[in-house]
């Protein structure tokens, strides 16, 4: 059964610096990874979406990359911002005949200014 | 354009009545999911779709809860003697299933109290 770990749990950074969120799951056969973010109350707007044959994407100040094989990927914000405080959510597709996400936890995130 | 819409935003009911939760999905997108949030929780897979029949609803809880998409775009997600268990964010996402990178849009979600 795969598994979603999201570590830290909460995370509270001065502005300017930059950080990593990390993401582990189980089972490494995934056909892709989600990255999301939620804002208090509201729904999921995606940020990065990685296949499994892909090592990294990058969108601005994001950048995600995925391990495989040690079942592991990280999003990396540069310069964080107080509008980056929210929930950052990680999900998996299993394989390819599977669509359904299994999410992580989250990590909450927030940037003091 | 427009994103997913879902209706109701809140919805507040007591045990034991019955529910219809309504999920717009982005227009021309084959495939339709549900999701429930906890409080503190990640997401967690109800129901997919492809088109109007239901492609995998392993992660339905029970008998109780049921969803529809009759003609392929609009779902409404049923949910009969609601429990105080029952009480969450339902969030529904859709996605192309053209796409083989299968991008999954979410809606606002419909924050629902069972009391």
């Known amino acids: 059964k795969q598994e979603v770990t999201q570590i830290p749990a909460a995370l509270s950074v001065p502005e300017g610096e930059n950080l990593v969120l990390n993401c582990s799951f189980t089972?490494?056969?995934?056909?892709?990874l989600q990255w999301f973010r939620q804002d208090p109350g509201k729904g999921l707007t995606s940020l990065l979406l990685?296949?499994?044959?892909?090592r990294e994407q990058t969108s601005g100040r994001l950048n995600a990359s995925l391990d495989k094989s040690s079942g592991r990927s990280t999003l990396y914000i540069a310069a964080s911002q107080p509008g980056d405080s929210a929930t950052y959510l990680c999900?998996?597709?299993?394989?390819?005949?599977?669509?359904?996400?299994?999410f992580g936890t989250g990590t909450r995130l927030k940037v003091l200014a | 354009g427009a994103g997913v819409s879902q209706t109701p935003s809140n919805k507040v009911t007591e045990k034991g009545k019955y529910v219809e939760l309504r999920c717009d999905p982005i227009?021309?997108?084959?495939?339709l999911y549900w999701y429930r949030q906890s409080l503190g929780q990640g997401p967690e897979f109800l129901i997919y779709?492809?088109?109007?029949?239901?492609?995998?609803d392993s992660g339905l809880p029970n008998d109780r809860f049921f969803a529809v998409r009759p003609e392929g775009s609009v779902s409404t997600l049923k949910i009969q003697r609601t429990e105080r268990g029952d009480s969450a964010v339902y969030l529904c996402?859709?996605?192309?299933?053209?796409?083989?990178?299968?991008?999954?849009?979410f809606g606002p979600g419909t924050r629902l109290t069972v009391l």
């Open positions: 089972d490494s056969a995934i056909y892709n």
């Open positions: 227009s021309g997108h084959t495939a």
């Open positions: 779709f492809q088109g109007t029949g239901a492609a995998d």
């Open positions: 990685i296949q499994s044959s892909q």
């Open positions: 999900a998996v597709r299993r394989t390819s005949g599977t669509y359904k996400y299994i």
């Open positions: 996402a859709s996605s192309l299933k053209r796409s083989s990178y299968n991008e999954q849009f």
